[in-house]
Structure formats: structure tokens, C-alpha cells
């Protein structure tokens, strides 16, 4: 273990090393969590191991918005009450969880499981573009919402996507970028206030018509 | 006591993810040359840092001395090249030049040359049409500031003098191999009009340059060459090459684009 004496038992050390492999987990987490693995009820460990077992076992992506499932297709895109003209596109599936919880989006998702990233070597054929381009080439999509990080990785990925998608008629839609709750004018960078401003909306009829009130 | 503080310009390379909410920023700096830095938060989205500190952004900061690696405490984003980041056949060159940036240089003071170069390949990326020409120039500038700079005079093998036709590009050679040497390791045929547009770089700004016009054969050719060069100062492969190949593919006026349009 990097060096460190092992002055515990053998089985302790290897469970604080699988916890120290997760991220954001430090060596003391990784102690603490394991003690308190040990001294948790044998049940309760093995609720723990058989979760693990199970995410490995049971969830695959599904075939249609590559999200994470247990059941393919997955519980949202057989959800015939969403709007299943709408898809909006997400680096992550932690991304889709994000969105729900803005509460006002009722379509489809779709999971590029990462951005594009140049500098690395993460290239188109590295993520899931190519699932989505054949589902929009499909038909039955009105609307694909790019919805991905405001970073240079997610800008790159959403106007290549944009590149794509043109050809099949379908309409292409930005999320829009301004200030977070609770942010300060005077902190925010030229690209987001430069946008903000460009993008903004009238104050009256502000429900639902941001894309007609600003400019795009 | 040591000053824990310093301020410095810089242009950000690259970002790499640290920890939780934080990223390391590959910087590129005029009397510091490359340094990486730590940024903490910036995956937050209330950080104050994160919108100043996009790979591509020319930005003022703050830095505090760390045990390894700085600590970035204040950012402003002097320019963020905008009009970049909305074009992708933009975006993709300028990341190739960052990148080869990001490989090709180290810590090193007084590196003004370099900055300025680097910053006036962005700029011009952002605003003119001839953008791969701009970054042959990039590549020829950047190879020449680094000590690399091809051999265009005589024969990198032989010594003979050059004629303008019939010669080789032997990048792992340094420099243009006469016919009688063509069959150096990695040659590859160099026609004329590419041989007479390589020297015209080599000495010439780029806005003379830019009047050349470069058909798309021509385009290939010295992106074929000069790519070549610089993978062989760096003896590694440049990633966003690729990608700048992935975006031409998809382009939808693809025959034009690789030279003046």
C-alpha cells in the first residue's frame, strides 16, 4: 500500500486499499470506512458486497440513450409519457439525474458517456456520437438539445454535433449559459456575461420564451 | 522572507482534473515559460476562478508558491478568443496548437518569443479564413524557436545544393534531402511549389504568406511535411491532429477549407 507499514490484518488492509482505489478517498477515509465495515452487522456488509456484485452484474447501458439501466430500453425512454421528440445530449449519466432535477425537461436523453477532448486523444469514436447520429437518422426527433458542459471540451463536442446533425433536418438546440444563483456580476468571466447579455430575456413573458426574447 | 505571491500572464494550455472539484492548468507563461497550477473549486459552479481559466483563455493571475505545484488564487481573463470557440474547424487548430505547445516547451525563463507567437497564432485562428496555412506557419515558427529548424538550403544528406524540383522532405533528417539522397529513412517526395512555400515561411511574416494561394494538394503536401517535422522534434504523436482530421472529414465544404478558401 504505497509504502505504508501494514500494521493491520491482512483482510483490513486489502478492504482500506479497495476503498483508497475510489476517488475522492483518501487513506483515512479508506481506514474509517473499512473499520466500520468490520464492526458493521454481517448483514449489512453483505447488502454492501452484493450491491457492488449487482452494479457490475446486472447494469448495462441501454441500447437506446445509452444511460445506464437495468432494463433495456431503459425505464425512461419506455416511459410513454415523455416527450420521445426531444433528446437532450449529456456528457455523463450523473448529467441526466442533473436535468430531472431542473424539473422542466420531460424528453429523452442521450449519454455521450464523456466529450470529446482532443489533447487527449479522445476522438469522436471514443464516445457515443455514433448511437446518436444513427438514432436521430432514425426519424422521430424534433429537437436535440445539446446539453453538454460549458467547458471547452463540451463546446467542441456540442458544435461538432452540430456538424452531424445538420444533414438530417432536425432541429439542433444550445442550452443557454448566464450567471448561477447566487453568483456575483462582478466575478463572472466575458464569455458567460458577453452570452448572457446576448441571450437575454424580457422580464415580463420570462416563462418558457427565453428563445424568443433574446438573441440567438 | 521569500514572496510567496507572484503575478504573471499566461495562456492556458490544458486542464487536467485534480481531486473533487479542483483541475491542474497547464500554463503557458512569457518568463516562465510552461507551469502547471493548481486551481482549486474550479469544477464548482460558483467558482470565481473557472470561467477565466478555459483551456484557450489569455489570463492575468495570481499565483502562491506551493511545496510542488502553484496555487492559482485570482484569474481575469484578459481575452477569451470567443469568436474560437464557436466554430469548430477554429477550435480544432487552435487546440492542435496548444497542444503542441503543451508538448514542445518546458519551465524556462524569458520565453517572450514563444508567448507572442503562440498568441498571435490564437488570434489570427479566431479571425482568418486561411486557417491551416496559419498553422503551417505556427508549426514552421515554433519549430524554428525551438532549434528545430528544417534544413532548406542544401541537401541534409549530401551538402549538394538544391534544385527546386525532384527533391525529398526527410523530416527525421532535419531538413530536404537533393534526388540522388531520396531514399533517405522517411523521405517523402517534396514538390516544388511545396518546397518554394516551406522557405517562404521560413522567411517571411504571415501576412505575406497569407497571400499565397494553397490548393488542397498543396494544403496536404506541407501539413503532410510539416506535421512530419514536428512529430519528429517531439518523437511522439500529436493527438489533436487527428481531430482537426476528424472535423476536415465532416466538413461540408471540406475540398476548400484546407488552404485559402
Known amino acids: 500500500m504505497n509504502g505504508r507499514p501494514l500494521v493491520t490484518a491482512p483482510p483490513v488492509a486489502r478492504l482500506i486499499e479497495a476503498f483508497h482505489r475510489l476517488p475522492g478517498i483518501g487513506p483515512k477515509s479508506a481506514q474509517r470506512l473499512a473499520y466500520h465495515v468490520l464492526r458493521a452487522p454481517r448483514a449489512e456488509a453483505e447488502a454492501l458486497a452484493a450491491a457492488l456484485v449487482d452494479v457490475k452484474d446486472r447494469v448495462r447501458l441501454c441500447s437506446r440513450c445509452q444511460n445506464v439501466t437495468e432494463q433495456d430500453p431503459c425505464d425512461l425512454c419506455s416511459d410513454g409519457a415523455r416527450d420521445q421528440g426531444l433528446i437532450c445530449v449529456v456528457e455523463e449519466p450523473l448529467d441526466t439525474l ?19 477532448s482532443p489533447m487527449d486523444g479522445v476522438g469522436p469514436e471514443k ?90 | 522572507m521569500a514572496l510567496r505571491i507572484y503575478r504573471t500572464e499566461a495562456v492556458v494550455l490544458r486542464q487536467r482534473r485534480l481531486g473533487d472539484a479542483g483541475k491542474i492548468c497547464v500554463l503557458f507563461t512569457p518568463n516562465l515559460g510552461r507551469i502547471e497550477a493548481v486551481a482549486k473549486g474550479v469544477r464548482r459552479p460558483r467558482s470565481k476562478l473557472a470561467g477565466h481559466l478555459e483551456p484557450l483563455t489569455r ?37 492542435y496548437v496548444a497542444e503542441l505547445v503543451d508538448r514542445m516547451t518546458d519551465a524556462a525563463p524569458d520565453v517572450g518569443g514563444l508567448y507572442r507567437l503562440l498568441i ?124 482537426v482530421d476528424a ?11 484546407s488552404g485559402r478558401r
Open chain 2, 247 to 257: 472535423v476536415r472529414a465532416t466538413s461540408p465544404v471540406a475540398a476548400q477549407r
Open chain 1, 98 to 116: 442533473a436535468v430531472e432535477r431542473a424539473g422542466v425537461y420531460a424528453g429523452l436523453y442521450h449519454v455521450l458517456h464523456g466529450a470529446l
Open chain 2, 120 to 243: 498571435d497564432t490564437i488570434e489570427r485562428l479566431g479571425a482568418t479564413e486561411a486557417l491551416d496555412l496559419a498553422v503551417r506557419w505556427f508549426e514552421m515558427r515554433l519549430l524554428m524557436e525551438q532549434g528545430y529548424q528544417p534544413n532548406l538550403e542544401r541537401c541534409v544528406r549530401c551538402n549538394a545544393e538544391l534544385a527546386l524540383e525532384g527533391n525529398g522532405f526527410a523530416a527525421l533528417a532535419g531538413g530536404v534531402v537533393c534526388p540522388g539522397c531520396r531514399e533517405a529513412p522517411g523521405s517523402r517526395p517534396l514538390s516544388g511549389a511545396a518546397f518554394k512555400l516551406l522557405r517562404y515561411m521560413q522567411r517571411r511574416p504571415f501576412a505575406e504568406v497569407a497571400r499565397v494561394r494553397v490548393d488542397a494538394v498543396l494544403g496536404r503536401e506541407l501539413e503532410m511535411h510539416l506535421r512530419q517535422a514536428v512529430q519528429a522534434a517531439l518523437d511522439q504523436e500529436v493527438k489533436a491532429g487527428e481531430f
Open chain 1, 127 to 216: 464516445i457515443k456520437i455514433r448511437e446518436l447520429v444513427e438514432r436521430v437518422s432514425r426519424g422521430g426527433v424534433r429537437e436535440v438539445i445539446l446539453a453538454t458542459n460549458a467547458t471547452m471540451e463540451g463546446d467542441a463536442t456540442a458544435s461538432y454535433l452540430v456538424r452531424l446533425l445538420q444533414p438530417s433536418g432536425v432541429a439542433v438546440t444550445r442550452i443557454a449559459r448566464g450567471l448561477p444563483v447566487g453568483a456575483d456580476v462582478e466575478y463572472a468571466d466575458e464569455i458567460t456575461l458577453g452570452r448572457a447579455l446576448r441571450q437575454r430575456v424580457p422580464v415580463e413573458t420570462e416563462e418558457g420564451t427565453a428563445v424568443e426574447g433574446g438573441e440567438r
Open chain 2, 59 to 95: 489570463v492575468s493571475l495570481l499565483l502562491a508558491k506551493g511545496r510542488s505545484l502553484d496555487t492559482i488564487t485570482q484569474a481575469q481573463a484578459l481575452d477569451s478568443f470567443a469568436p474560437l470557440r464557436e466554430e469548430i474547424e477554429r477550435l480544432s487548430r487552435a487546440l
